[in-house]
């Protein structure tokens, strides 16, 4: 069975400060997919990265980061400089391959204050 | 590409009414459509998946006689909550599965309140 946990229900940071999310998951699937969300307040989704199983490499968008560990089951989640844009509900995901359907984290609601 | 289009973004519904949730993929054509939940301040859930032309499959604790969907089209799937509760209130979102894009794209989300 697929499970992702967000161990972090709320994080409340001062702008300019780094702030990293932790996602931490179960699969029995050697080939599987992590994402993370973006839930704003209107509600939308908001891709923000797909990681595949084989693909270990940490990566960098701006001021968004990833950290990929097999080792540990984990998929952090690192926001540099945070910006009170940013405050937001975010949300790990997995995907086992064939399955297609994604299994959702139980969400960290991250505020942003000025 | 990727677009998704779904409506209504919001529906207030009285007690034992029926309320449609349409989804459409406007540029690209969906073999798969998986239908989520999302309760207040929880995750989201998946209710449901349907294919095109077949029946859709519902997860465990999901009434598949409450929550009707139709995938007629490749274009176009509908979710009709039928009888609606007030423990029915939830925001509603599809995602269609749009060939390898494996970015899962999601509509905007439908908020239903029934009173």
């Known amino acids: 069975a697929q499970k992702v946990t967000q161990a972090q229900t709320e994080i409340s940071v001062v702008e300019k400060e780094d702030v990293t999310l932790d996602c931490v998951y179960e699969t029995r699937d050697t080939t599987y997919y992590l994402f993370w969300y973006k839930q704003p307040p209107s509600g939308e989704l908001v891709f923000l990265i797909r990681?595949?199983?084989?693909?270990?490499q940490n990566e960098i968008s701006g001021r968004y980061s990833w950290n990929f560990q097999k080792s540990t089951s984990s998929f952090n989640f690192t926001i540099t400089a945070s910006q009170v844009v940013d405050s937001a509900v975010y949300f790990c995901?997995?995907?086992?391959?064939?399955?297609?359907?994604?299994?959702f984290g139980q969400g960290t609601r991250l505020t942003i204050n000025p | 590409g990727a677009v998704v289009s779904q409506h209504p973004s919001w529906v207030i519904c009285k007690s034992g009414t029926s309320v449609k949730i349409e989804c459409r993929s406007l540029?690209?054509?969906?073999?798969?459509m998986f239908w989520y939940r999302q309760f207040p301040k929880q995750s989201l859930m998946l209710m449901a998946t349907s294919n095109e032309g077949s029946k859709a499959t519902y997860e465990q604790g999901v009434e598949k006689d409450k929550f009707l969907i139709n995938h007629a089209s490749l274009t176009l799937s509908t979710l009709t909550v039928t009888s609606a509760h007030p423990e029915d209130s939830s925001f509603y979102i599809c995602?269609?599965?749009?060939?390898?894009?494996?970015?899962?794209?999601f509509g905007s989300g439908t908020r239903l309140t029934v009173v």
């Open positions: 540029d690209f054509q969906a073999t798969t």
């Open positions: 995901a997995l995907s086992e391959e064939g399955a297609q359907k994604l299994v």
């Open positions: 990681r595949n199983s084989f693909d270990e």
């Open positions: 995602s269609p599965r749009a060939g390898i894009n494996y970015g899962y794209t």
